[in-house]
Each structure stands twice: as C-alpha cells, then as structure tokens.
Nanobody
Framework: VQLQASGGGLVPPGGSLRLSCAAS????????MGWFRQFPGKEREFVAA????????FYADSVKGRFTMSRDQSKNTAYLEMNNLRPYDTAVYYC????????????????WGQGTLVTVSS
C-alpha cells in the first residue's frame, strides 16, 4: 500500500493550495482518508478526515470554513483544498488511510504518506 501526497509549496498569507493524496495497492470499501499536520517540534495534529463510502467530512476547528476535503473514488484519491491560508498553517501535511474507521486520531490510521510541506509566508 502506498499513499502519495503532493501539492505543497510556498504561498503568501491569504493564498490557496490544493493537496492530493493518491492511494495505490488499496481498494477502499469503507474506512476513511485523513489529513494530519505536524509543526516543528510538535505532535502531529488532526486536520480533516473523509469517510470513503459516504463522503462525510470531519474538520478540526482551526480549519473549518477555510479547508475543504473531498475524494474521487474512481481515482482512489483524496484532496484538501486550503483557502485563506495563514502563517500558522505552515507545517508538514500527511495523508493517511484508515481501512475500518472514520477517525480523528492518528493512532487509528493504518497507512501513511510521506508528507508534503506547506509554507505560508510573505
């Protein structure tokens, strides 16, 4: 199983980015894909998670109204549209797959991508 995250980069405050996470070697029937982020020297934190079958999304309070998670079942790919980015959103963003649950806890996730760096700075 491989998760390939992409789409990170440098963006000014107020800008937008779209992250993608393509899963291979895994066929989702249920479960979820999630995005987490990690600030330097901090624990990884939950950002958003989408149930694969129904498309229901949970968001962290810090990103509600600014970030939108979606998935394309035909491509086995999840997306994170990030708008109105702020300097404190600067982090390494990781995607993950949970084959059984729709969890907000990183310890429930079974597979992880390599991370993509998002830097919000002028």
């Amino acid at each position: 199983v491989q998760l390939q995250a992409s789409g990170g980069g440098l963006v000014p405050p107020g800008g937008s980015l779209r992250l993608s996470c393509a899963a291979s070697g895994l066929t989702f029937k249920s479960g979820a894909m999630g995005w987490f982020r990690q600030f330097p020297g901090k624990e990884r934190e939950f950002v958003a998670a989408i149930s694969w079958e129904y498309g229901v999304v949970f968001y962290a309070d810090s990103v509600k109204g600014r970030f939108t998670m979606s998935r394309d079942q035909s491509k086995n790919t999840a997306y994170l549209e990030m708008n109105n980015l702020r300097p404190y959103d600067t982090a390494v963003y990781y995607c993950a797959a949970d084959v059984l649950r729709h969890s907000v806890h990183d310890y429930d996730y079974d597979f992880w991508g390599q991370g993509t760096l998002v830097t919000v700075s002028s």
